[in-house]
């Protein structure tokens, strides 16, 4: 345990590194049945995406580009901000690319809602959404999730580059933080 680390007793798997790996594949499917012959840039939001990016791109065997992007709307805590805060943008060229974002968990919609109105300045000819869970009950904007792994209940996730306060992005499941912090 690290120091500083809620002990893992107090953590409880949501989902399996196996029904994870499982709906990756799938998922990984899907897309590569889409964007087959599109060379598609595949747009991961740093830092949680990147765990499911790299799975997910090793399973698409399909030419494509990736980036990233750093956007932020958590302080250290369990609880969003309505603001989002561009940390990294990008500087490759969008207009007239097929670009699928990634996201580890989208829960308000404000961060993939304020990413979808930065990319679409830059003229691309599809945006779509990929995520790998999803927490619908904690919508503040409608998204559109093109691309869908889980959903997940109204409780505070971590695991599978799913962080809190930058611990936690090690385990290899989804599991529920329980208790305090």
Known sequence: MLEGETHLSQLSTLITKEEIE????????EIREDYLGKNPLLLGILKGSFVFMSDLIRKLNI????????????????EPS???????GINVP????????????????????YLHDYLNRKRPSSIKLCTLFDKPSRRVVDVTVDYLGFKVPDTFVVGYGIDFDEKFRYLPDLCIMEGQV
């Open 22 to 29: 499982n709906r990756v594949a799938e998922l990984a499917a």
């Open 63 to 78: 030419p494509l580009e990736i980036e990233f992007i750093r956007l932020s709307s958590y302080g250290a805590g369990k």
């Open 82 to 88: 309505n603001r989002i805060r561009l940390v990294h």
């Open 94 to 113: 969008l207009k007239d690319r097929h670009v699928l974002i990634i996201e580890d968990i989208v829960d308000t919609g404000l961060t993939v809602r």
